[in-house]
């Protein structure tokens, strides 16, 4: 079957940095994004990888490695703004996307 | 200018009733997607259109039927109504370069909650 495993939760310090991962197993690999969804509003699209490495885009970078089916999104300098659901997903070999459950982060000041 | 939109942004109705979600998007795109994101903020995909042919059907229930009267409409007709159909439906839209399925953008939701 097809997965993508995130942290249900995170909590961190307002102006700190926080690193959110994302594990996936999926037939065939074409591309990962991760999305922004904030509390009663639509995912709004973050960034997207195919490449191994780090892309990064302001405070926000994404980090992927095809070989070991994992990616991060790091962001840094948080805002309380900030406070959301990030959600990894995949596309797979038939170019579909397949979606973590999100990852709901608490900026505190 | 709205690229994805959707209406009612809420619908509240009683079970066994029919009602329809309208979606337009004024990209250009050339699929459209139907999610459902339940109480576990999972997303799930249910429909896609691509030129007015469905390409994906996810294993939902047949009271489901999507619509797409022309490239920038998909919309969703619900009959019956379940009480576990109460969750929020995203209508997306994304542009297929060469096959190959691009970032997707997301209409506002629609929150249907059902009695």
Redesign the interface.
């Known amino acids: 079957g097809q997965n993508i495993d995130q942290p249900t939760e995170m909590t961190a310090t307002e102006g700190a940095i926080v690193q959110i991962n994302c594990t996936y197993q999926t037939s065939g690999f074409?591309g990962l994004?991760w999305y922004q969804?904030h509390a009663g509003?639509?995912?709004?699209?973050l960034s997207?990888n195919v490449l191994d490495g780090l892309e990064e885009k302001g405070r926000f970078s994404s980090f992927l490695s095809r070989s070991k089916g994992y990616s991060y999104l790091l962001l840094k300098e948080l805002q309380m703004k900030d406070s959301a659901?990030y959600?990894c997903a995949v596309?797979d070999s038939n170019?579909?996307?397949i979606?973590g459950?999100?990852t709901?982060l608490i900026i505190k000041p | 200018d709205t690229a994805v939109s959707q209406t009612p942004k809420y619908l509240v109705t009683q079970m066994g009733n029919d009602k329809s979600i309208k979606c337009e998007q004024n990209l250009g795109h050339d699929t459209m997607y139907w999610y459902k994101q339940d109480s576990?903020?999972?997303?799930?995909?249910m429909f896609s259109y691509n030129n007015k042919e469905l390409i994906?059907n996810e294993t939902v229930p047949n009271r489901f039927s999507p619509k797409s009267p022309d490239k920038a409409h998909l919309n969703l007709h619900i009959n019956s109504l379940e009480l576990g159909d109460s969750a929020v439906y995203?209508c997306a839209s994304s542009q297929d370069a060469g096959?190959?399925?691009e970032?997707?953008?997301?209409?506002?939701?629609t929150r249907l909650l059902v009695l």
Not at chain 1, 41 to 45: G, K, L, R, V
Not at chain 2, 40 to 45: A, R
Not at chain 2, 103 to 109: C, D, E, V
Request: proline fraction near 5%; avoid cysteine.
């Open positions: 074409n994004f969804q509003e639509a995912p709004t699209f997207y659901s959600l596309k170019y579909q996307l979606w459950a999100g709901k | 576990k903020k999972f997303l799930k995909i994906i995203f096959g190959h399925v970032t997707q953008y997301f209409g506002p939701g």
